[in-house]
């Protein structure tokens, strides 16, 4: 029977790796343009698959707009193929909802274009996250087309994959990778010998597939001929796109082979599993980014916007570009040249920047409508619900008469206030009344330069006027009409002979504090009072602190956490290792040489507060500076001393124990993790992932044999990990630290966070952990990572499940803290109080914003393991039509709802989201 041969014209183009972006840029624009010329010439070269990612299009059009109309004539004939993502992005680094942003961006543009691919193409991604399945079955999408991570348990060229919801996809298997077809022989024989290559495993009646192209290649235009000419000779050739292929595996049967929740396996293709904690700073930007953008700007945004409010829709739009051009696999991983990922920096800036601005613009509008007694209040954004949380925040020197914030139900919280400077005078000139009154017309939109202008005053004395501005952080009522009309009037009318103008910052303090827990995200107003609530007890000595729930001492370098509630004692409760890395950014290739002794402790003392205690220490290792030249080990005569600052904090009400770490990290070729040994013998993992959380065994999987990778040992996480057995637990939270491993550690396992991975090649050949480059053989001084890093993450002992002790909700609380802006006693129509999302039931909030295509407001959620009934609550949304609706916003399903409460039903792990329309 003749085999049917599906010859896929492609290329999978890295926007940057070991150039940085515009020199591959330059590259693409090349290569489109002769892809254009060719196409439009040669009818029989009938398509092309440009990539699975649409932002290249975009990229090539900015630097060839006049090609415009050519390009989108063959994308709407189906001879371009494009989509469906914006970015191929690696899937376990970035978060859960900057893959929907991607697909939903992808998708769009490519509709705009003139069509999309429906295919999930997710060619070169270091493996694939579990939620996966479900996330391109809400999208539209008909399958997914990937080659890493697939275990050799999988017998053929394709298989059913299974979400943790029960979501299955078929699979278009790449088993000789995307690049099987490159390259292809212009002589027949030749052409023909390469095929039966690609038939190993293929069973009769299935097409096979070569793949052709490669890593930013270019068409080969002789490929339709080499075709025509080999047709007949035991096979039929088509020269297809991924949707031609697609059909005719659908039409042949999927293999009944069922693959469930993540797929990291090595076993036929490298999943380079090191790229967790390469260029750790950059996960740590990722997160702060994305943190800002979904957890603080979007959601106050759309509140805002619910009270009349600005739109700040153009400015996330363009954060949201920024962010997810930093999203695929070589950029976020860590794993490309120097010059790429100091590029990747001030796009992460400018995002922020813009989030930062959304963020407090629109809490401004909803603040300067509050109500709020004379000495001023606190707007405490919450975006988190379901779990106390900490705020810290600046506020006026002067809220040093009061000690506690009173919340708008009536409960009061202790804070504690730190000085944080200003005062500082920035402009101070003497001026004629007139320059006084065209000083102030330069102040505008309560700005002065960079400053926002907390507070304007006047004042004229002997026929001499001073005008006084203060700038500082704050959301502040002022009238400034009031102050420049006045200053008008006395100029005018010659009041005043002289005058000066002063600008200062206000006085500033570090407020924290930890608030209960709240039933939904929103903002609300905490005023500053003198409270009679009894102060925590407080017995900290110079080595040991003690709150309502801890018992913390440090002897020696050791800490040591005994948990009263649970009758746990974690000694140590966390240590630093240093361990010599022969590796590259793609894999570690650890030496059994740990530093975990250090050679001195200097003891800084002890902090107490109304709100927390804290012991702050500096542990020095002595560390070999580098590995030796022949990479087998470190060097022992070349050595550095490493100060490593920490700082253990107890949160009154916070069941957990905070560190931050201050590394100035002067090794090299090292790994540098912090380790929690168990106080018991763990059973299983669990870990916080896109979208759910997983369920892990303790145990790597085994090798098979043959790969050229090792399989991996450590495993990916977003807020928390945690280990649990007999009945108890410790989970560990981290903000931006998304590499964990289970350990032994003396005897017993210990969880392990890495802080750091510093080496000094983009690839080697010559590691253990895997066989072979897995790119270019390239120096990377900066993947190091010298010089000053922070660190923080929280150690939570419990009892019972993970799920039970709302582990996933103080996590979230603590990874994602509340945020606030201090503002002046004002009159406003608006409450105290104003929620914008709670949820009763087994569910998570995971965004809610305005939709980027109709402005429409949005909430997604995600089941948990029990799920059922759900209940969404949305006050400022009461009288507003919801409908379910898919991932990209359509197919609309009405919910049942009144009062701004709605009603579904949800499955375990199952995503929801909910479209409003007004009316």
Not at 885 to 907: C, F, I, K, M, S
Request: glycine share 8%.
């Amino acid at each position: 029977m003749e085999r049917t041969v599906y010859v896929v014209p492609h290329t999978h183009w890295d926007r940057e790796w070991y150039q940085p972006h515009e020199l591959f840029r330059w590259r693409l624009v090349q290569m489109v343009d002769e892809l254009i010329d060719h196409m439009e010439r040669d009818p029989a070269f009938r398509c092309f698959n440009l990539d699975g990612q649409s932002i290249v299009i975009a990229d090539y059009l900015e630097l060839r707009p006049e090609n415009e109309g050519r390009l989108r004539a063959l994308i709407e004939a189906g001879r371009i193929v494009i989509g469906p993502w914006w970015v191929q992005p690696d899937e376990f680094l970035p978060s859960a909802e900057s893959h929907i942003r991607s697909f939903q961006r992808g998708i769009r543009f490519a509709e705009r274009m003139g069509g999309c691919l429906r295919v999930g193409h997710c060619a070169d991604q270091f493996g694939h996250i579990a939620q996966m399945p479900q996330i391109m079955r809400q999208l539209g999408l008909t399958s997914a087309c990937l080659w890493r991570g697939v275990p050799d348990s999988v017998p053929g060229w394709s298989f059913w994959w299974e979400a943790p919801d029960g979501t299955r996809i078929p699979v278009l298997y790449l088993r000789n990778s995307y690049s099987s077809g490159w390259r292809l022989p212009e002589q027949v024989d030749d052409f023909l010998e390469r095929v039966r290559r690609q038939e190993r495993d293929l069973r009769e009646g299935l097409p096979a597939l070569l793949m052709n192209g490669t890593d930013h290649s270019r068409m080969e235009p002789h490929v339709p001929e080499v075709l025509a000419a080999a047709e007949g000779r035991g096979y039929r050739f088509v020269l297809a796109t991924l949707a031609d292929y697609e059909r005719a595996v659908l039409d042949a049967g999927i293999d009944a082979v069922v693959l469930r929740g993540e797929l990291r396996s090595p076993d036929r293709s490298n999943v380079l599993v090191g790229v967790l904690s390469s260029r750790m700073y950059l996960k740590q930007r990722d997160f702060e980014v994305t943190r800002a953008l979904e957890r603080y700007a979007e959601p106050l945004e759309l509140l805002a916007r619910l009270h009349g409010g600005p739109d700040g829709s153009p400015a996330l739009r363009h954060a949201w570009r920024l962010e997810l051009e930093n999203t695929p696999h070589d950029s976020i991983c860590g794993c490309s040249v120097d010059q790429v990922h100091r590029e990747m920096l001030p796009r992460y800036d400018r995002a922020e920047q813009l989030a930062v601005e959304v963020a407090r613009e629109a809490a401004g509008h909803l603040l300067r409508r509050i109500e709020v007694p004379p000495q001023g209040g606190l707007g405490v954004w919450r975006p988190v619900a379901g779990a106390p949380c900490i705020i810290e925040a600046d506020v006026p020197a002067a809220w040093a008469q009061f000690d506690a914030l009173r919340l708008p139900g009536g409960t009061e919280v202790p804070f504690a206030l730190e000085p944080a400077g200003g005062g500082d005078v920035l402009l101070h000139e003497q001026v004629s009344p007139r320059g006084a009154l065209r000083h102030l017309d330069f102040l505008r939109e309560q700005r002065y330069d960079v400053h926002a202008i907390e507070a304007m005053a006047w004042e004229l004395d002997a026929r001499h006027l001073r005008v006084t501005t203060t700038v500082g952080p704050d959301i502040t009522v002022v009238d400034e009409a009031e102050v420049r009309e006045a200053v008008r009037r006395i100029a005018g009318e010659g009041l005043a002979d002289t005058a000066e103008v002063i600008v200062r910052t206000s006085p500033r303090a570090r407020l924290s504090a930890v608030l209960p827990s709240a039933a939904a995200a929103g903002l609300e107003l905490a005023v500053p009072v003198n409270s009679a609530i009894p102060r925590p007890r407080r017995t900290p000595s110079a080595r040991r602190l003690r709150n309502d729930r801890f018992d913390l001492r440090l002897y020696g370098a050791r800490l040591a956490v005994h948990d009263r509630e649970t009758d746990m004692v974690l000694d140590p409760a966390c240590i630093v290792v240093s361990e010599g890395d022969r590796g590259d950014e793609y894999n570690a290739d650890i030496l059994d040489d740990a530093v975990e002794e250090p050679a001195a402790v200097t003891l800084a003392g002890t902090i107490s507060t109304p709100a927390w205690q804290e012991l702050r220490y500096t542990l020095t290792f002595d560390l070999p500076a580098r590995l030796g030249r022949g990479r087998k080990r470190r060097s022992r005569r070349e050595r550095v001393l490493q100060p490593i600052d920490v700082a253990v904090r107890l949160w009154h009400g916070l069941p957990l124990v905070e560190l931050r770490l201050t590394v100035e990290n002067r090794a090299r070729d090292h790994r540098l993790r912090a380790l929690v040994p168990l106080p018991f013998e763990p059973e299983y993992a669990v870990t916080d992932n896109h979208f759910h959380v997983a369920v892990r065994g303790l145990a790597p999987a085994p090798w098979n044999g043959v790969s050229a990778e090792l399989p991996p040992t450590t495993f990916p996480q977003k807020t928390f990990a945690a280990a649990e057995g007999s009945g108890l637990g410790v989970a560990v939270f981290n903000r931006g630290q998304p590499e964990g491993e289970f350990v032994k550690w003396n005897g017993r396992k210990a969880l392990a966070l890495t802080l750091l991975r510093c080496v000094g090649w983009l690839s080697r050949p010559d590691l253990r952990t895997r066989r072979g480059g897995a790119g270019p053989t390239v120096a990377t001084f900066d993947s190091q990572c010298p010089g000053r890093h922070s660190f923080a993450f929280a150690i939570a002992p419990y009892t019972g499940g993970w799920h039970t002790a709302g582990i996933d909700r103080l996590a979230r609380a603590w990874a994602f803290p509340s945020i606030g802006w201090a503002t002046n006693g004002h009159e406003g129509p608006l409450p105290p109080y104003l929620p914008l999302v709670g949820i009763s039931g087994d569910a998570t909030l995971s965004a809610a914003h305005r939709s980027e295509e109709t402005g429409q407001p949005i909430v997604r959620v995600y089941g948990g393991p029990a799920a059922g009934p759900v209940t969404l609550e949305a006050p400022a949304l009461a009288g507003w039509q919801a409908a379910r609706v898919d991932l990209l916003e359509r197919n609309p399903t009405e919910l049942n709802g009144r009062d701004g409460r709605w009603q579904l039903d949800l499955r375990p792990w199952e995503i929801a989201t909910i479209a409003f329309q007004e009316g």
